[in-house]
């Protein structure tokens, strides 16, 4: 597992949601690790429209809707 892995292999991306900070973990297609990394919320938009598309799930709450809406606009799948 790297902090800096390859996005390529990512299948599925979880996504925990905060005010400041956002933690993501990728996992490819077998469920392994593949990508583990903590960032704020500018980064946040940068490192996912660079993610090729992928099943992304995050928690529901009110600041899940905008990003969900940001995401489909770049053509993830989300898992709600």
Do not use: W, Y
């Not at 996504?15 to 490819?28: A, E, I, P």
């Not at 529901?60 to 770049?74: D, E, F, P, S, V």
């Amino acid at each position: 597992m790297s902090r800096s892995s390859s996005s390529a292999a990512i299948a599925t991306l979880g996504v925990d949601l905060g005010k400041n900070s956002f933690h993501l973990v990728g996992q490819d297609q077998r469920g392994a690790i593949v990508l583990r990394i903590k960032l704020s919320r500018t980064q946040l938009t940068q490192r996912l429209a660079n993610i090729p598309p992928c099943l992304i799930g995050m928690e529901a709450c009110a600041g899940a809707h905008h990003i969900g809406r940001q995401l489909q606009a770049l053509g993830q799948a989300l898992l709600q």
